[in-house]
């Protein structure tokens, strides 16, 4: 086992839902340990940033983000606006995760995902002038700004991460336009993330490294289980699988030395897991917490 200490860990939930009780799930997240509550921003759910002023008002400990804001959908001032006025609602506990987005509404609908990753470095370059101008209103709690995540997938995505991000999201599938997603096998997984720890290290930077957990599956046959989920990922065998950070399967315990195997191969110490694992999850996050 890795003798990385638990505390480099950082484990999230990830809350979409249209109708959720923020306050309940939020609290429930924060008694089970989890450092981080989040919601994504997707037309026909409720808006991220509310959301989060209501986990927030809800609980004293995790920090709250997007997972990821859809920088297609906002112009980036308004945008800039809505992250430092949830900041100071927050208390200066919002981390912001940007991503150029799979949809967007009928004003956006022609752009071609060049021109959404152009959208998302506009807006990065926007952030960044505003939320750390003294003049600019409002202002952030945070100096100088909240922290920045990237999500990342296609090589533009990963460069701009690489370059610009506090923290960047592995993403780990492909998302076609038409929703859904394509799991990218091991290997590939491993060229994005050299890609961008070489590419951040020739500039002086060494952001952290996230990605988002698809399923956890509980279990004591890791291989029958990886073998079931094939369905969702075709092209990829069983052992491709069990091989991927973004799948957790197996006991508590061997998704405890999963992950710290994950951070060994590939250097990753922030996972975002959906609220449908909340509690399938919970007893790994004391487990990462040893040694």
């Not at 249209?18 to 921003?41: C, M």
């Not at 400990?61 to 949830?86: C, F, H, K, M, Q």
């Not at 592995?170 to 799991?183: K, Q, S, Y």
């Not at 508590?252 to 994950?262: F, L, S």
Request: glycine fraction near 8%.
């Amino acid at each position: 086992m890795s003798g990385v200490p638990g505390s480099w860990f950082r484990v999230g939930v990830s809350v979409i839902a249209h109708d959720a009780d923020w306050p309940a799930v939020s609290r429930e997240a924060e008694r089970l340990g989890y450092d981080t509550i989040a919601t994504t921003d997707h037309l026909g759910i409720t808006a991220p940033f509310p959301s989060l002023v209501a986990a927030a008002s809800a609980t004293s400990r995790p920090r709250v983000a997007t997972y990821l804001t859809n920088t297609s959908l906002w112009d980036p001032e308004v945008l800039a606006r809505e992250i430092a006025g949830t900041d100071r609602l927050t208390g200066g506990r919002l981390d912001v995760g940007l991503h150029a987005g799979q949809t967007g509404t009928t004003a956006t609908a022609g752009l071609t995902p060049k021109d959404k990753v152009a959208r998302l470095a506009a807006t990065v370059d926007v952030l960044d002038r505003l939320l750390t101008d003294p003049e600019h209103t409002p202002r952030p709690v945070q100096r100088p700004r909240p922290r920045l995540m990237i999500g990342a997938n296609e090589p533009a995505e990963l460069e701009l991460a690489a370059l610009r991000a506090d923290t960047v999201c592995f993403i780990g599938a492909h998302l076609p336009e038409g929703g859904g997603f394509t799991l990218v096998p091991p290997d590939e997984f491993a060229r994005q993330v050299e890609t961008v720890r070489v590419r951040a290290a020739e500039h002086g930077r060494a952001p952290e490294l996230n990605t988002g957990v698809k399923k956890v599956v509980i279990t004591d046959d890791r291989r029958a289980a990886a073998q079931a989920l094939r369905p969702i990922a075709p092209h990829l065998s069983a052992a491709q699988l069990l091989e991927l950070p973004t799948l957790l399967i197996g006991t508590h315990q061997e998704i405890a030395d999963q992950i710290r195997g994950i951070h060994d191969r590939y250097g990753v110490t922030s996972f975002m897991i959906l609220a449908a694992h909340l509690h399938d999850f919970a007893p790994v996050i004391p487990l990462l917490r040893e040694g």
